[in-house]
């Protein structure tokens, strides 16, 4: 059993081979790995998203959603992030991003792309430009965690993308957020 399992760990492993040195290699490497290890993207993300929730439990202000086998969207309320027109990451949720930065630690295969919107107050640009630098900071709050910066992408959609019609307090304050995407590599 034991020979047959080396076997199959080593068929998996050599087709991973094509590129040494670069990130897609490391990635394929990783993918075979887990997916030797125990069912692939799936199981990977099943597991991560354990993790999340269990370090996540007492963050009233966080949703941890799973959007598909390969992908969990955590979102983070505006109202805990940042304060009106800035894109100065508060320090209330600076030990969330710790926890997501340590479970990220541990599952490396996971690229992360950070997406920060706005409501429908003020401008579009004001408002594309402030959400872009909104994703920027907690992106640079990640790496300075220790997530390596190769991981992480970040964009603003402004007000392009609501959750909750804009015309209402509660609504606005729904679609003012930071969803960060994790994605099995």
Do not use: W
Not at 111 to 130: E, K, M, P, W, Y
């Amino acid at each position: 059993m034991r020979v047959a399992a080396c076997l199959l760990l080593a068929t998996l492993l050599a087709g991973c081979t094509t590129h040494a040195d670069g990130p897609s290699a490391r990635q394929t490497a990783s993918g075979a790995a887990s997916g030797a290890a125990g069912g692939g993207s799936g199981d990977f993300m099943d597991r991560q998203e354990a993790e999340l929730r269990l370090q996540l439990a007492s963050e009233h202000e966080v949703e941890i959603e799973r959007v598909r086998d390969d992908m969990l969207r955590l979102t983070l309320a505006n109202a805990v992030s940042f304060d009106t027109n800035s894109a100065v990451v508060k320090p209330t949720i600076k030990p969330t991003l710790a926890k997501v930065a340590e479970v990220l630690a541990h599952y490396q295969g996971s690229q992360v792309t950070i997406v920060a919107h706005t409501d429908s107050t003020g401008s579009g640009d004001s408002n594309r430009f402030l959400s872009r630098d909104r994703a920027v900071a907690v992106l640079e709050e990640l790496t300075r965690l220790g997530v390596p910066a190769d991981r992480l992408i970040a964009f603003g959609r402004g007000e392009s993308e609501p959750r909750s019609d804009n015309a209402t307090s509660d609504g606005r304050a729904r679609n003012r957020r930071v969803e960060i995407l994790l994605t099995a590599a």
